[in-house]
């Protein structure tokens, strides 16, 4: 069955520290797609990475960067030098090839960039 | 607007009252999903439209619950005789693409509906 566990339900550190978002996924498929997803106070999710399950190469983009592991099933979500309007809760969710039909989400993390 | 428009964007309702949710995706999208977000959660899914067609509506939590896209574009989430645990935001998504769980997505800011 698909799961998607993000253990830190809330996270604060001062501006300019590096932080690090965890998510630990299970899935039985092979083929799959995992994501990043941004919700600001306003409420809307905000895209911000899908991977598939076949590119393990890290990537970066800008101040975010994204560390994934299929050996120990993780996709970590780091931030660094934090800004304020980091400020938000952060999903990570996953779908499996073929399940096309939906997106299943982790609880969140909720981060607060502190002036 | 080039993005998701979901209204109204607050619905208070009585016990017992029906409400209808509506959601605009962005023009040519083919997937649509609906979400539900209670407090302090994340989006758990309700049901997936391509185009006009309903392939999945097994989040739905009970048959007082009920989808339509009639056109294929606008989309509306209806809830008859709403109860208390009915309160909650309900996201609305879009995607261009027919595999739309496996693409980008593109959401609404929600209707936070709270039922007294």
């Known amino acids: 069955a698909q799961k998607v566990t993000q253990a830190q339900t809330e996270i604060s550190v001062v501006e300019k520290e590096d932080v690090t978002l965890d998510c630990v996924y299970e899935t039985r498929d092979t083929t799959y797609y995992l994501f990043w997803y941004k919700q600001p106070p306003s409420g809307e999710l905000v895209f911000l990475i899908r991977r598939n399950s076949f590119d393990e190469q890290n990537e970066i983009s800008g101040r975010y960067s994204w560390n994934f592991q299929k050996s120990t099933s993780s996709f970590n979500f780091t931030i660094t030098a934090s800004q304020v309007v980091d400020s938000a809760v952060y999903f990570c969710?996953?779908?499996?090839?073929?399940?096309?039909?939906?997106?299943?989400f982790g609880k969140g993390t909720r981060l607060h960039i502190l002036p | 607007g080039a993005g998701v428009s979901q209204s109204p964007r607050y619905k208070v309702a009585k016990r017992g009252q029906d409400v209808a949710l509506r959601c605009d995706p962005i023009s040519g999208h083919v997937s649509l999903f609906w979400y539900q977000q209670a407090l302090g959660q994340g989006p758990e899914f309700l049901t997936y439209?391509?185009?006009?067609?309903?392939?999945?509506k097994s989040g739905l939590p009970s048959d007082r619950f009920f989808a339509e896209r009639p056109e294929g574009s606008v989309s509306t989430l209806k809830i008859q005789r709403t109860q208390q645990e009915d309160s909650a935001v309900y996201l609305c998504?879009?995607?261009?693409?027919?595999?739309?769980?496996?693409?980008?997505?593109?959401f609404g800011s929600g209707t936070q509906l709270s039922v007294l």
């Open positions: 998504a879009s995607s261009q693409s027919r595999t739309g769980g496996n693409e980008k997505l593109f």
């Open positions: 439209f391509q185009n006009e067609a309903q392939l999945d």
């Open positions: 969710a996953l779908s499996e090839e073929g399940r096309d039909d939906k997106i299943i």
